[in-house]
């Protein structure tokens, strides 16, 4: 059984999730909220050492047309650091309405506006990771 962790990448908060490929089932694990670079990487290399992924999935987002802004540029170096980092098969996924998708999801839940915020990066970076792990083939080229 093969384990991926999921990022929805913000400039504040990095929501990860973790799925299993033999299961096909990702999970929301945390909210990643430093203002410090050092300390985003600290957290998610001793999330790779407790998960021992085989690849990282990040959330790559983009306008609804499909057309790239400043966030898409900031996935991609993210993700680039994510590689240089922890060298392991780094993935782009289109996260095209995961944000909206995690919102409808905890208000379905009973979560609702602020009492939202902590959980709803990792509901989004859950969104990201399930839509790889349902078609691995949809992978964004780098």
């Known amino acids: ?10 400039e504040v908060r990095i929501g990860v999730a ?14 990643i909220a ?5 300390k985003k990487f600290a957290r998610i290399e001793a999330l790779i ?4 992924p085989s690849a990282l999935i990040v959330g790559l987002p983009t306008h609804l047309d499909g057309t790239e802004h400043e966030m898409t540029r900031l996935a991609r170096k993210f993700a680039n650091r994510l590689t240089g980092r922890f060298n392991l098969p780094v993935h782009l996924v289109d996260e095209r309405l995961s ?3 995690a919102t409808q999801a ?12 902590p959980a709803l990066d990792q509901v989004a970076a859950m ?9 691995p ?6």
């Open 106 to 117: 905890l208000n379905e839940v009973g979560l609702r506006g602020r009492k939202q915020k």
């Open 1 to 10: 059984m093969s384990t991926i962790l999921g990022f929805d990448f913000g």
């Open 99 to 101: 944000s909206a998708g």
């Open 18 to 31: 973790m799925g299993s490929t033999e299961l096909g089932i990702a999970h929301p694990l945390e909210t």
């Open 127 to 135: 969104q990201i990771l399930q839509s790889y792990l349902d078609q």
């Open 49 to 52: 050492k407790e998960w021992q």
């Open 137 to 142: 083939d949809q992978v964004v080229k780098n």
């Open 34 to 38: 430093f203002e410090e670079n050092d």
